[in-house]
C-alpha cells in the first residue's frame, strides 16, 4: 500500500522535516512481506504555490479543467491510499503553505460534490488520514485555551469530515520541558508510520 506525506516547512533541516522522514522510514518496515511505500510532497521544495487564483475559482464552478500544480497533486493523491499531513502549528492551525494546498487540491467534483439538489457526495472515504502537528507550545497551553478541540473542529471535522476522509490519527507533537523530547517525537512519528496499514496487507 501507499503513502503521501506531505510536508510543509521552509527548513529542511526542522523537526517537521526529520518527523516526515520518521514515519516514512516506518512505514516502509512496517511489513517485511510487501513492503509499503511513500511518496513525500515537500511544498516548500517544490515551491507550490498555495494562492487561490481566478483558475481556481472557475473549477470551483466547473467551468474549467485544474491548472498543472493541482492536476499533478490529485495524481499523487490517487495513488494513495493513505494521507500524512507533518506541519508545524502556526497561529494554532495549518501553515499558510499547507491550508493553500488544502484550498486548492480539496476540489469540488474531485474531493466532494455538492449537487444541484443541495445534497453532499463526500469523494475521499477510500484515504485515510494521518494528522501530525508541531506546536511550540505545551499540552497545559493547548488545554487551557481549548486549541485541541478548535483544531480538530477546524480541520478533522471541518476538512476531512466534509470530503468523508476518516482521520486515524490526530496528534500534535508538543514542547515539553523533558530531555530528549525531540527524540520521543521522532520516535512516535516511527511508530505511527509503522502502522499506517495493516500488517497483513
Known amino acids: 500500500m501507499h503513502a503521501l506525506i506531505v510536508v510543509s516547512h521552509p527548513d529542511p533541516g526542522s523537526l517537521t522535516h526529520a518527523v516526515a522522514a520518521q514515519v516514512a522510514l516506518g512505514a516502509a518496515s512496517g511489513c517485511q512481506v510487501s513492503p509499503h511505500t511513500t511518496e513525500t510532497a515537500d511544498l516548500a521544495a517544490e515551491g507550490f504555490d498555495p494562492r487561490f487564483t481566478a483558475n481556481d475559482v472557475a473549477l470551483h464552478l466547473q467551468q474549467a479543467e485544474p491548472a498543472a500544480d493541482v492536476a499533478a497533486e490529485h495524481a499523487r493523491l490517487d495513488r494513495a491510499d493513505a494521507l500524512v499531513l507533518v506541519y508545524p502549528v502556526y497561529w494554532w492551525s ?9 484550498d486548492r487540491v480539496f476540489t469540488q467534483g474531485y474531493a466532494y460534490e455538492e449537487g444541484a439538489d443541495g445534497k453532499l457526495a463526500k469523494k475521499f472515504g477510500h484515504l485515510q ?15 487551557r485555551h481549548g486549541y485541541v478541540d478548535a483544531m480538530n473542529t477546524q480541520i478533522d471535522h471541518g476538512i476531512f469530515g466534509y470530503c468523508g ?9 508538543l514542547q515539553s520541558s523533558q530531555e530528549g ?3 520521543a517525537h521522532l520516535a512516535a512519528a516511527r511508530e505511527l508510520g509503522s502502522r499506517l496499514f495493516p500488517s497483513s496487507s
Open 165 to 173: 476522509a476518516p482521520v486515524a490519527t490526530s496528534r500534535l507533537l
Open 94 to 102: 495549518f501553515p499558510a503553505l499547507l491550508k493553500g494546498w488544502i
Open 129 to 143: 488520514v494521518h494528522l501530525l502537528g508541531i506546536g511550540g507550545a505545551d499540552a497545559g497551553t493547548y488545554e
Open 181 to 183: 523530547m525531540a527524540a
